[in-house]
C-alpha cells in the first residue's frame, strides 16, 4: 500500500501543488527594481505569492502591486535595509504574518563599488561586504530559523562570474562574491539536515540593465576613446554563446533550483554566463 503523498522541500505534496490548496512563499531582496523585480515577477507567474524587500520601500511596495494586479498572486512590499539585524527580522515577520510562511528566500540585494585598490576608500569597501555579504548572511539566518520550524525550504543567493574569478579593479565586489559561495557551500552543509537546500546563481554580464546601459557603457566609453556600442561588443565578444546574460536567463535558473527538479542540488554556485566562466 502506498501512503499520503510526500511533501517536497516547500512542504507541499503534488496533490497540494496540483490543486493550487497550498501556495508557496518567496521573498527577495533588492526587488524594487532591475533582476530583483524581474525575479519578484517571475516567480509570481510561477505561482508563488512574493514578498517584495528593498531599501526603497516605496519601490517594493510599487513592484507589490503590480505583481498583484498583474497576476492575482499575494504580494507584499517591505522596506528593509538588509544590513540591519532588527530590519531583516522584521522583513521576515512581515512575510509570515500577510503571506503565512516562507518557502524560498532569494537574495538578491548588492552593490557594487569599483576602482584602484591603491584608491579604494576603506568606508566604501566595507560598505560592499556589508551589504553582499553580511547582508546575505542575515537573511539567510532569519530564513533558515522559520524553515527549520516549518521542516524545509530553499535559499539561493544571486552571485556573480565575480565570485568565480578575480574582477579587474573590482576587489570589494569580488571578495564579497568569493564570501558569497564560501557561505552558500557552508550554509548548505548545516542546513541539509532540516530539509533546507542552499545554491547560488553567478549570471555573467547583464548587458542590457539599467546599470550598463545608463552607466557603465558610457563610463567605459569615456575612458577608452570607443563608442558605446563598441564597449558592448567588446563584452558581448567574451562570451561564447556571443551575447550577454539576460534576467530570463536568470530566472529560469532560479525557478529550476526552487522546483521539485533542483531537489537534489544544493551548495552548488551555478553559472549562468553562456559559458564565459566555466568552473
Excluded at 104 to 125: K, M, R, Y
Excluded at 161 to 186: C, E, H, V
Aim: hydrophobic residues 40%.
Amino acid at each position: 500500500m502506498s501512503g499520503p503523498p510526500a511533501p517536497d522541500l516547500n512542504g507541499q505534496t503534488a496533490d497540494d501543488r496540483q490543486s493550487g490548496t497550498a501556495e508557496r512563499v518567496a521573498l527577495v531582496t533588492g526587488a524594487a527594481q532591475g533582476l530583483g523585480e524581474a525575479i519578484a515577477r517571475h516567480l509570481a507567474v510561477e505561482g508563488f505569492a512574493v514578498a517584495v524587500a528593498d531599501l526603497n520601500a516605496n519601490g517594493a511596495e510599487r513592484v507589490a502591486g503590480e505583481i498583484t494586479s498583474a497576476t492575482g498572486r499575494p504580494a507584499l512590499g517591505i522596506g528593509v535595509d538588509v544590513t540591519d539585524e532588527g530590519e531583516v527580522a522584521a522583513m521576515i515577520d512581515s512575510a509570515i504574518t500577510d503571506l503565512g510562511r516562507l518557502d524560498l528566500l532569494v537574495s538578491n540585494a548588492g552593490i557594487l563599488i569599483a576602482g584602484p585598490v591603491e584608491e579604494f576608500e576603506t568606508e566604501q569597501w566595507r560598505a560592499v561586504m556589508n551589504v553582499n555579504l553580511f547582508g546575505y548572511f542575515l537573511c539567510a539566518r532569519a530564513a533558515a530559523r522559520v524553515m527549520i520550524e516549518q521542516g524545509g525550504g530553499v535559499i539561493i543567493q544571486v552571485n556573480s562570474k565575480s565570485g568565480k574569478k578575480g574582477s579587474y579593479r573590482n576587489s570589494a565586489y569580488a571578495a564579497s562574491k568569493f564570501g558569497g559561495i564560501g557561505l552558500t557551500q557552508s550554509l548548505a552543509l548545516e542546513l541539509a539536515e532540516h530539509g533546507i537546500r542552499v545554491n547560488a546563481v553567478c549570471p555573467g554580464n547583464l548587458l542590457d540593465s539599467p546599470l550598463w546601459t545608463d552607466s557603465l557603457y558610457g563610463q567605459y566609453a569615456e575612458r577608452w576613446g570607443i563608442s558605446e556600442a563598441e564597449v558592448r561588443q567588446r563584452y558581448v565578444d567574451q562570451v561564447p554563446l556571443k551575447r550577454g546574460c539576460t534576467y530570463e536567463d536568470v530566472c529560469r535558473v532560479i525557478t529550476f533550483l526552487a522546483s521539485d527538479g533542483g531537489a537534489y542540488m544544493t551548495g552548488q554556485a551555478v553559472n549562468i554566463t553562456g559559458g564565459q566562466e566555466m568552473r
